[in-house]
């Protein structure tokens, strides 16, 4: 079946680090969305990518969609205590018209202060 | 709030009991999917719904899972004779567009299920 895979699964970071998590679908997505899920919280809409080769940005945070859309990647630049947290990308199945999404399992991001 | 609602919080059951959950979407979505998130991983599609229609079911993982929603509105996940693997947290997302495609999902906080 589909699989949705994250890179890394942790990353420590100093604060005013950057910081790259990468996602890699086995199949090609019809989207990418992006959540945030803080610590004990739930998942939280982030942003929705549809086209090929897609960059949108959101103040620090810059979002791209692969030529090939079975590729994603998220950059924080300068990342801040606020930014902890597990970023999860999900992808939609190309054929699939439900919404299901298949999600990776995650990149947890700690920032020291 | 406006936001996605789920009861209980936290449930504890002891293994073999019935368990059931509540999701209550956003008013006015018409699409609502049931994950299940176990601990360091990301959640994992269980069932969606559109309206009342349960369109798929296609991760629920045994016929102990059911899901339903009466009413195209309220929806609620009861698992029978409750195992332990099945302890993890159950999200409950709702989204606005009829298809669910393309459309952000608002996640209620979830019920974490303990099975001992």
């Known amino acids: 079946g589909q699989q949705v895979m994250q890179i890394p699964q942790y990353q420590h970071v100093q604060e005013g680090e950057d910081f790259t998590t990468y996602c890699n679908s086995s199949?090609?997505?019809?989207?990418i969305q992006w959540y945030k899920q803080r610590p004990g919280g739930h998942p939280v809409f982030l942003i929705q990518?549809?086209?090929?080769?897609e960059v949108k940005k959101q103040k620090r945070l810059t979002f791209q969609f692969g030529e090939a859309k079975k590729n994603s990647s998220l950059h924080i630049t300068a990342t801040q205590t606020t930014d902890v947290g597990t970023y999860f990308c999900?992808?939609?199945?190309?054929?699939?018209?439900?919404?299901?999404?298949?999600f990776g399992q995650g990149t947890t991001l700690q920032v020291k202060p | 709030g406006a936001g996605v609602s789920q009861s209980p919080r936290y449930k504890v059951a002891k293994r073999g009991q019935d368990v059931a959950l509540r999701c209550d979407p956003i008013?006015?979505?018409?699409?609502l999917f049931w994950y299940q998130q176990a601990l360091g991983q990301g959640p994992e599609f269980l069932t969606y719904?559109?309206?009342?229609?349960?369109?798929?079911k296609s991760g629920l993982p045994s016929d102990r899972f059911f899901a339903e929603r009466p009413e195209g509105s309220v929806s609620t996940l009861k698992i029978q004779r409750t195992q332990q693997e099945d302890s993890a947290v159950y999200l409950c997302?709702?989204?606005?567009?009829?298809?669910?495609?393309?459309?952000?999902?608002?996640f209620g906080d979830g019920t974490r299920l303990s099975i001992l």
């Open positions: 008013s006015g979505h018409v699409s």
């Open positions: 719904f559109q309206n009342e229609a349960q369109l798929d």
């Open positions: 990518l549809v086209k090929s080769g």
């Open positions: 999900a992808g939609e199945g190309g054929s699939s018209n439900t919404g299901k999404l298949i």
């Open positions: 199949t090609t997505l019809s989207n």
């Open positions: 997302a709702s989204s606005l567009w009829r298809s669910g495609g393309n459309q952000p999902q608002h």
